[in-house]
């Protein structure tokens, strides 16, 4: 398991998370590299076929990164993406998958530092999860 | 507030009593049309029939043992554009609470609508029923042999078949919010049935001199709900605990769902599924050759179809918080998987983190069209 680099896919607000990870690239931040990001223009965007797909497919784990509460570009979608993404949890918490690979954090533009500390921090929790057991599984 | 009325049954004969009920309803224009299961040509089945003339009524047959349907959906299309007459509609409990869940979603409009409430005595999948009537020719009960055990809340399904799964485990047999209610349960039904009307509806029946009203309640009526609710509310816990015992991990939810081919005959069952433009009927999940290609190069081989586990997670997902357990996704399923029991001990779970029933009110807000501020916070202040 050691050289085990779990994969991340993360799906980032335009406004706040997404130009967060550029202030950690301009401001050198280091962190691992496990991420792929890909650019939403609010957290309250992402459908939970995205983040289902990403997972059965085979990504260890997806983050899901939007605007502190009451900071929404759009007034209330981080607070949608958040109830969403309690349900989702739960569903997969009610099936026997674990929730754990799932990751909503709220992550402002101006929180470069923070965004390093998260991925990092993602990086190790899933290295200690494991592959994710989907990524095998031919019947899904 | 509601006020009461008993019907007198005569000849013994509950379906033709409330027969007659109905087309008094019809022909002092209480309701311009009335949605009411009537039984098929083929007489092995009953099916919900938009009666205009009350010279239809012959047939018609309020306490049906099967539900071919499920009703909300028809009463989607009757209101979704105003139909400028008066809709009675005849629906069990699970049916109205769907209604109720469809207004939420804008998919029902009750202006137009008196909704008439049976109380359920359950009913048997359609095959089974059209099976009974062959064996038994005319003389099949036109309720199933159900409607005897209504007095005592004990209802025995004849001749070994059994309910729907769904119907045993529910835990409404009579119909909530309902502006006419048929009641069955705690009276003979060879003698009397409880009808109870909403206080300005029950003005207008006493009126036009369909039913003389009293006070609105039925103690004997009220006992046997409440025991039948109990039982039910335990053999659907054994139901979710079992079900619970047995998905503890993936594999046994793949399992579970191995034989599944998508036909999506459950989300066309299904009351709830809102979506105007079902996903899983959109190019997202059309994939290109090289796609499958690629999947299976990546894991030696696939599964064929795909995304069925996708399929059901996204389903859940939309429609769990709303579920209201008729268990028509468990009729349609060709290949009996148990997608009513997982949506229904899932559903319970979730609805309960937001206090919520399906079916409860028109007033409060469904769990995936709403949020709060104040709720689901952590320590670091994300899930």
């Known amino acids: 398991m050691e050289d085990f680099e779990p994969r991340i896919i993360a799906f980032l607000c335009h406004w706040c998370t997404y130009t967060g990870a550029d202030l950690a690239g301009t401001t050198r931040q280091q962190y691992p590299p496990n991420i792929r990001i890909i650019h939403m223009m609010c957290s309250g965007a992402v459908d939970t076929i995205y983040v289902l797909k990403a997972l059965i497919d085979g990504a260890d784990g997806v983050l899901i990164g939007g605007c502190h509460p009451g900071d929404c570009h759009y007034q209330t979608g981080n607070y949608k993406a958040r109830r969403r993404v309690a349900i989702l949890k739960e569903i997969l918490n009610q099936v026997g998958f674990t929730e754990d690979r799932i990751w909503l954090r709220w992550i402002s533009a101006s929180e470069g530092k923070l965004f390093a500390g998260t991925v990092t921090q993602m990086v190790e929790e899933l290295k200690k999860m494991g592959p994710n057991p989907m990524k095998k599984l031919w019947v899904a | ?383």
């Not at chain 2, 099916?47 to 539900?67: F, I, K, S, W």
């Open chain 2, 1 to 383: 507030m509601s006020k009461g009325a008993v019907l007198e049954v005569k000849n013994k004969d509950p379906v033709e009593t409330l027969r007659v009920f109905f087309r008094d309803l019809l022909e002092k224009e209480v309701v311009d049309v009335l949605l009411v299961p009537k039984k098929l040509p083929s007489g092995d089945g009953y099916c919900q029939t938009l009666v205009r003339d009350p010279g239809m009524l012959g047939d018609v047959n309020a306490l049906a043992p099967t539900l071919p349907v499920q009703s909300a959906r028809l009463i989607s299309h009757l209101t979704l554009t105003d139909p400028g007459r008066k809709i009675g509609a005849v629906l069990k409990s699970c049916e109205i609470r769907a209604v109720i869940e469809l207004v939420k979603f804008l998919q029902v409009k009750l202006d137009q609508l008196i909704l008439i409430g049976v109380d359920c005595l359950g009913t048997y999948e359609p095959s089974d029923y059209a099976e009974m009537s062959r064996e038994k020719g005319e003389g099949v009960s036109s309720t199933g042999g159900l409607l005897e055990g209504a007095k005592e809340g004990k209802i025995n399904p004849q001749d070994g078949y059994n309910l729907r799964l769904a119907c045993q485990i529910c835990e409404y047999p009579n119909p909530q919010n309902a502006d006419i209610v048929i009641g069955l349960f705690g009276h003979d039904p060879q003698r009397e049935i409880f009808i109870q009307v909403r206080d300005q509806l029950a003005s207008e029946l006493a009126e036009k001199g369909i039913l003389a009203m009293a006070d609105g309640e039925s103690p004997s009526r009220d006992k046997v709900i409440e025991r039948l609710t109990e039982e039910r509310i335990k053999r659907r816990d054994e139901v979710f605990d079992a079900f619970r015992s047995g998905t503890k991990g993936l594999e046994d939810l793949m399992d579970a769902l191995s034989t599944c081919i998508r036909c999506h005959n459950c989300m066309v069952a299904c009351p709830i599924c809102y979506c105007k433009e079902c996903v899983f009927r959109t190019p997202t999940v059309e994939h290109k050759a090289d796609q499958f290609l690629r999947w299976a190069d990546r894991k030696g081989g696939i599964r064929m179809p795909t995304d069925t586990l996708l399929f059901h997670l996204i389903r859940l997902s939309h429609m769990v918080t709303s579920c209201i357990g008729c268990g028509l996704c468990d009729s349609a399923c060709p290949n009996d998987l148990p997608v009513a029991t997982l949506f229904r001990a899932v559903g319970h779970k979730i609805q309960g983190m937001f206090d919520y029933t399906p079916g409860r009110s028109v007033d409060e807000e469904p769990p995936v069209a709403s949020f709060k501020e104040d709720e689901l916070q952590t320590e670091s202040g994300a899930l």
